[in-house]
């Protein structure tokens, strides 16, 4: 079985220095390591031909040995490079040198849902609905091109600085499935195993069953659950007990850890993360706007989303000084 990170052991020296720092891969002179998984070392690296920082993804060398995993690889990532998306990693360049599988992403400066969390604790709601409504997207724009996430987690959602105080936040999401699919497909993984994260993974991705988009929204259910309170649903003493729970327990209601969130979100978690797919929202960005919704209900939430032609309820505010001799001209009264 995997274990909590749902990687394999595939040879890389976990928490040791892979002597790479300072050396040229593929036209790419390593800078430091940024991350390290069951099957991959992810390093922020130099561009030599284009002057530009990127983060610099190298599989584990026996992956390239597969002559399956490599077409694979080499098919999803064209597709994934392919996706022009503001919350997508933009890939820059997926290829195989002295054989080693690597991938060249753009490098986002800022810190990973993860740091976020511990150090800021469960989310405001509005700021809990930002970020979902960005990974949502995503997601969603994704599942367009067929491409299913399958490892949807805190870790591999980067949150950067936004654009202005109406977007505090820039989110992306990363990992989008490149490798995964093709795990599954040529034997790296077996009975008794999975690709994905023990608190975020779908049922029938434990049993083994096919899997499509709706996965990704069980997955999404379970960050955003812990956006907002703190832990994931189904957080146990043990990987078996976790997989029991992911298969078989319901989701808990939010004011166990959480007080003062309407009861209404409870049903919409209680949808999304439904353990058969069909009983769940079809896309990512509908649990979102559901879970809005739900929100908005309580003081202080998120506003509910509004579109062209959109009036509040209740008269009109008060035209500014400058204005009132306009508005008086115009004030017809019965």
């Avoid at 029991?244 to 009861?263: F, I, K, N, T």
């Amino acid at each position: 079985m995997a274990g909590r990170d749902g990687a394999r052991d595939t040879g890389l020296p976990a928490g040791r220095p892979s002597g790479l720092v300072g050396k040229e891969i593929a036209g790419y002179r390593v800078e430091a390591e940024i991350g390290r998984g069951g099957m991959a070392v992810v390093y922020r690296a130099r561009d030599l031909r284009l002057d530009r920082t990127v983060a610099l993804k190298l599989l584990a060398p026996e992956l390239a040995r597969n002559d399956t995993f490599r077409k694979r690889f080499a098919h999803e990532s064209r597709v994934a490079a392919s996706i022009d998306h503001p919350h997508i990693v933009p890939v820059f360049e997926a290829g195989e040198t002295e054989g080693v599988l690597y991938i060249a992403m753009r490098y986002v400066a800022g810190q990973d849902l993860v740091a976020l969390l511990a150090r800021e604790g469960p989310l405001p709601p509005p700021t809990a609905v930002r970020i979902a409504a960005q990974v949502a997207s995503a997601l969603d724009a994704a599942h367009a091109h067929d491409l299913v996430h399958r490892d949807v987690k805190p870790g591999n959602v980067l949150v950067a600085e936004g654009t202005d105080r109406d977007h505090p936040e820039h989110v992306y999401l990363t990992d989008f499935g490149l490798t995964k699919k093709s795990l599954s497909l040529t034997g790296f993984t077996t009975v008794g195993e999975f690709v994905g994260t023990l608190d975020y993974v779908a049922p029938e991705q434990i049993s083994g069953k096919p899997v499509d988009g709706r996965c990704d929204v069980y997955g999404l259910a379970c960050v955003v659950f812990e956006t907002l309170a703190g832990v994931p649903p189904f957080r146990r003493e043990t990987d078996w007990a976790v997989l029991w729970a992911q298969q078989y327990d319901p989701p808990p209601p939010l004011a166990e850890h959480r007080p003062g969130l309407p009861e209404a979100v409870d049903a919409v978690f209680a949808r999304a993360l439904a353990k058969t797919p069909e009983e769940r929202y079809g896309t990512c960005l509908e649990f979102v706007a559901e879970l809005r919704a739900a929100l908005a209900r309580a003081p202080g939430g998120p506003a509910p989303a509004t579109g062209p032609g959109h009036r509040s309820p209740g008269p009109p505010r008060e035209p500014p000084g400058w204005a009132r001799p306009v508005f008086r001209r115009l004030d017809v009264r019965p």
